[in-house]
């Protein structure tokens, strides 16, 4: 009698160990989702998803054989943990999430079979599955076989049920199905053979629904996205946006509306990306032709650049670009687009710049240095990141090939917060945090704000 329980205990936490290691092998970036959904920190993402998906397997068949049940089971409580605790901290520490709930709940599910081999079967888990089905009747071993496969069916929908209760995620009767969201991007492939993308192509937005669109669409339809992972921090929250890039684009979209801003998002763009380089854009920016294949072949024939990739703008009518800033200070701005004559000839070789708007650019992830946690709002990022990148031993480049189209109009007017305050402090606090001068600073935003202003801004900024 005991044996038939432990038996059937271990099938019944099998089946659905095996069904969630196939399916992590089967979409990978979903399984980094879902785990950074559960509140891991971004940096234990790759590595947790591949240690499950070889964990979840190993559980699966062990749990075959008697001589290896007990210690398969101990090894799926530990797997059980890994999505449970940050899931426990994050419901710890703020509202109720859906996608958290669900993962303790299956996590608490599962461990009770788990224990019960390991409880009842520390020193004999019972026979192996094949030796106990081969006892029995043709009847019963279909049967059996009906039930657990019933079981591996309700596994699968409960996956996919609770990937589409992430929070903020509504159930949509037209969303797509899984493999129809794909894009043709790759993202098929197991995660053990490719442990992370070749690029992320990211983007913060704010308000920006149609720039959003026209932008992933852009990429979808005219761009060779294999290898390829799209993502969204949306400053805002946008439902319209969410639904765009989780059911029908296959990206990761990212809430982030905590501290609005330009630098705060893009920094998010590169600390949740799962891929080994990441194009950041702007949400309204259009590639050239041929943009995004080179730029990984470029990214993968320079494993260990540390140097920030970009490229000249072009503007609406196609023809006229710029190549790079001049550190001239205009406007508010530390920066005036300028044209380097070598950034004419698409195929000409790459060439340093000193600083470039960051509509769009790229590096390693690993390079990645990252913006100053106090800015705030628009303005303070060109110029201060190029500087950091050359402090790190990298070269700001302009790769003529790079080219990039950036809406700027907007006839209805800008929808995020654009202050003379936000501006100021920004640069303070970067030419503060590089040991820069900052009498250039001050002295160009006297002509916008009150001297007392000014330095009441600037004393503010240094102190924090």
């Not at 049940?69 to 899931?87: E, R």
């Not at 788990?114 to 019972?126: I, K, P, Q, Y």
Request: net charge neutral; charged share 20%.
């Amino acid at each position: 009698m005991t044996d038939g329980v432990l038996v059937i205990a271990r099938l019944v936490l099998a089946v659905p160990f095996a069904v969630a290691g196939l399916g992590k092998l089967a979409d990978p970036l979903a399984a980094r989702r879902t785990l950074a959904g559960s509140g891991m920190p971004a940096r234990l993402v790759n590595p947790a998803a591949s240690g499950l998906t070889l964990g979840e397997l190993a559980v699966a068949a062990g749990l075959l054989w008697g001589t290896t049940a007990t210690w398969a089971a101990l090894l799926a409580l530990g797997c059980l943990t890994v999505p449970a605790v940050p899931a426990a901290v994050r419901l710890a520490r703020g509202p109720t999430d859906p996608a958290s709930l669900s993962a303790i709940l299956r996590a608490t599910l599962l461990a009770v079979p788990a224990v019960l081999v390991v409880s009842l079967g520390w020193t004999d888990a019972g026979p192996s599955v094949g030796a106990w089905l081969a006892d029995m009747s043709t009847g019963r071993q279909i049967a059996i076989a009906g039930g657990f496969l019933a079981l591996a069916l309700a596994s699968t929908g409960i996956r996919f049920r609770a990937d589409a209760n992430q929070p903020d995620r509504p159930d949509r009767p037209d969303r797509p199905n899984r493999a129809d969201r794909s894009g043709g991007s790759g993202r098929g492939a197991p995660a053990l053979i490719r442990p992370a993308p070749a690029l992320t192509i990211g983007m913060a937005t704010y308000d920006d629904f149609d720039g959003v669109y026209f932008t992933l669409q852009a990429l979808r339809l005219y761009h060779d996205l294999d290898d390829t992972e799209l993502l969204v921090v949306d400053n805002f929250g946008c439902r319209h946006t969410r639904d765009l890039v989780r059911d029908w684009t296959g990206g990761t979209y990212v809430l982030a509306d905590g501290v609005v801003g330009t630098a705060t998002p893009k920094d998010l763009v590169f600390r949740r990306a799962s891929g080994t380089a990441v194009l950041c854009c702007d949400s309204h920016v259009l590639f050239a032709p041929g943009v995004i294949a080179r730029l990984k072949a470029y990214h993968r024939d320079h494993p260990d650049g540390a140097d920030l990739l970009q490229g000249p703008l072009v503007y609406d009518d196609g023809k006229q670009l710029s190549s790079h800033f001049d550190p001239v200070w205009r406007d508010q701005m530390w920066g005036i687009w300028a044209t380097d004559p070598r950034a004419l000839d698409p195929g000409g070789e790459p060439f340093e710049i000193p600083m470039q708007g960051l509509g769009a650019f790229s590096c390693r992830t690993e390079a990645w240095p990252g913006f100053h946690p106090g800015f705030r709002g628009f303005g303070g990022e060109e110029g201060y990141l190029h500087e950091k990148f050359r402090r790190a031993g990298g070269r700001c480049l302009c790769m003529p090939w790079m080219r990039w189209m950036h809406r700027f109009g907007r006839p209805r007017g800008t929808p995020y917060p654009l202050t003379v305050e936000d501006k100021l402090r920004n640069y303070v606090l970067g030419h503060a945090e590089l040991g820069l001068d900052l009498s250039p600073v001050l002295a160009h935003f006297a002509q916008y704000l009150p001297a007392g202003r000014v330095d009441e801004i600037a004393t503010q900024a240094t102190a924090t």
